[in-house]
């Protein structure tokens, strides 16, 4: 039994990493890398608190070198461009631009949305947590903290209704207000402990 228990383990983390070699869209797409491809994907979904090059070093897990390579040839190939950040105009936030929002449509890391998308509801919500809490041991083993969004974040604070009838949010960690748009992108900050919620497509994101 122990032994059967141990080949589904390695089978689902085979399954795991082979999904994630085809999303990751090695030998599929010409002229952007797997890493290209996955800076693309984390600007388009990171919140105000993570358009940074440590921010993408810290998700992709490489080091700031490695990362700043990435962001600088996609900054020479017009996907990305950096803008004065509104809260704090030291500091410089990464953007998709027009033309990095459009290869998004090409990503081949759809083909695996699809794919979720093809399974029952159910299903969806019992996947999502048990990657979740693989993705949780697997930051832990690493001594990092796993990325992920407001609505499963501890910090998030949902301050009731407003005079508009709007539920109103704040972020615990940095004390700032949230707005509704805000909730789905992915921070450096977030703080595990809530359920999570499923998210929705890359290419269908808008930035924030
Ligand atoms: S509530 Fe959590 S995920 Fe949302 S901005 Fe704050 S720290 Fe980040």
């Known amino acids: 039994m122990a032994k059967e228990m141990k080949m589904n383990s390695r ?15 090695e030998g599929l ?15 388009a979904l990171a919140n105000r608190f993570s358009r940074t090059p440590s921010a993408f070093a810290a998700f992709h897990a490489t080091t700031r070198g490695t990362a700043s390579q990435t962001i600088k040839s996609l900054e020479a190939q017009g996907y990305l461009s950096r803008m004065r950040s509104e809260d704090d105009k030291r500091s410089v936030q990464l953007v998709l631009t027009d033309k990095g929002l459009g290869i998004l449509a090409d990503d081949p890391f759809e083909s695996l949305v699809r794919a979720a998308e093809s399974l029952p509801p159910s299903v969806q919500g019992h996947f999502t947590q048990a990657l979740q809490r693989m993705l949780a041991q697997v930051s832990r083993d690493r001594g990092k903290s796993p990325f992920g969004t407001c609505m499963s974040c501890q910090q998030l604070d949902s301050g009731g209704c407003t005079p508009e009838e709007q539920v109103s949010y704040a972020c615990g960690f940095t004390k700032e207000p949230l707005h509704a748009n805000e909730l789905d992108g992915v921070c450096i900050n977030f703080t595990p402990g809530k359920p999570a919620i ?4 890359v290419a269908a994101a808008a930035p924030r």
Not at 198 to 201: A, D, H, I, P
């Open 11 to 25: 089978s689902i983390a085979e399954l795991v990493f082979h999904l994630g070699r085809i999303a990751s869209g």
């Open 29 to 43: 797409a010409e002229n952007v890398t797997p890493a290209q491809w996955s800076a693309l994907r984390y600007f």
């Open 198 to 201: 499923v998210r929705t497509s």
